[in-house]
């Protein structure tokens, strides 16, 4: 697979050893093109020899304007496994200590060939066309999933608030499962399980087990055999059913109730909850062994409130569900607005019910308006321009003043992040992006090239 990335040369290495970096990348079959990382989308390497405040502002740049996947390789001597975590906190994705020029071009190569796959699977139609958002913690969370769903088997749990996706998530494990004899998805709702009747659910029984045993019945053990079984809402399950599920996890092995023969099952395991299991697990009210067994890849989504770029997105998507004619509805201006500013304490869920509101009231013209909105839709006051000083944003800077941040860098980063993300929320458009910040267009010239956004 032939690849191709940029590359950023720190002013402290010297040219032969940029040169050879960059023949042995070529011999791996990855081009690295010098440049600057605004000017290129994809992956890129970064070659340093120490840990400036220079390299710091460009990774900060770098990948959060591009969302770049960035492998940082550093020549200095003495550098010691801190100086890794701190680079990954200003945006690298991954350091690489260097050893010589063919050892890290194999290692570079291999972590590129990775990355591009993930996003592969994640641009496949069949895959987009469930996964609707292009919000950075969306995407990062569908980039794990997406790789542990491919090149591993391990269990998932899958933990968000309700309505952030989950059995979105567990379609997509399933989807990308490259077993060429899979079966179905099987789902479980734990909070449905009657208690006298969870062995059956989940064991199945032989005919005459109990009272109204007719038959035998197959379990989800047995209906998951091939594929994969999902068990939604896994916080409910009482103490007990978590003691005898334990086995079957770890041995994939059960018996039927009334039955004496072992059975065989093999299965994914995928399992969702909104609850915090680790609280339960410390408070008694859930067993940490079972907790362990089912949690070898945990997957944490995110509220909407915190992919607030994928509203107008996901509206669109549920739009064209809606529509008769499978065609997108142009959406008002103040109804985009609208969507907004407005609260999703359901999250995805809630925001698909309200789309369906206004597709209830859809014409012919195929344009949504403020009039399709129902009375108890209607914001009551204008929102107060603070709003958005919320606690998630007394959070971030605590967190910034707590690992050392001056104030003046706080500021700066902050400028930073508004501009990218007001040229996001208008396309690209600079003019636009500048009345949105309340400056003129030359201010914001200014102000990125000195930022070097």
Known sequence: MKISCWAHIALDVPAPAAHD???????????????????NSGPGVCLAGEITTEL??????????????????????????????????????DVLFFTSPECVAEQVKFRF??????????????????????????????????EIARFSDTTVLILGESGTGKEVAANLIHRLNTRS???????????????????????GHERGAFTGALTERQGAFALANGGTLFLDEIGELPLPLQAQLLRVIQERTYKRV?????????????????RDLTEMVIQGTFRADFYYRIAGFVAR????????????????????????DGKVPKIDPAVRDYLLRREYPGNVREL???????????????????????REECLKDEPATTDWLDGHFEQLIRRAVLFGAGLKEIGRAAEDCAIRCATQAEDGSLQRAARRLGVTDRALQIRRANHRL
Request: glycine share 6%; net charge neutral.
């Open 352 to 374: 698909q019910q309200v789309v369906a509101r206004f597709m209830n009231h859809c014409v012919e013209d195929g344009t949504i308006t403020v009039g399709y909105l129902p």
């Open 56 to 93: 710091r502002d460009f990774l900060r740049s770098a990948s959060e304007f591009r969302d770049n996947k960035i492998i940082v390789i550093l020549r200095g001597h003495g550098l010691s496994g801190d100086a890794a975590w701190d680079l990954l906190r200003y945006g690298a994705s």
């Open 21 to 39: 970096l960059m023949a042995a990348l070529r011999v791996q079959g990855v081009t690295a093109i010098p440049g600057p990382a605004i000017n």
């Open 301 to 324: 989504l995110p509220p909407l409130r915190e992919r607030v770029e994928d509203i107008i997105p996901l509206t669109e998507h549920f739009a064209r569900r809606m529509s008769a």
């Open 181 to 203: 004899d899979k079966r179905d998805m099987v789902v479980l709702d734990c909070s449905t399980i009657v208690s006298d009747l969870s062995g059956s659910e989940f064991f």
């Open 258 to 274: 009334g039955g004496s023969a072992w059975h065989r099952t093999n299965f994914r395991l995928v399992c969702a909850t909104n």
């Open 113 to 146: 060939q990775r990355w591009l796959a993930i996003e592969r699977l994640l641009d496949d139609e069949a895959a987009s066309n469930h996964i609707v958002g292009k919000s950075r913690a969306w995407r990062n969370v569908l980039r794990e999933i997406a």
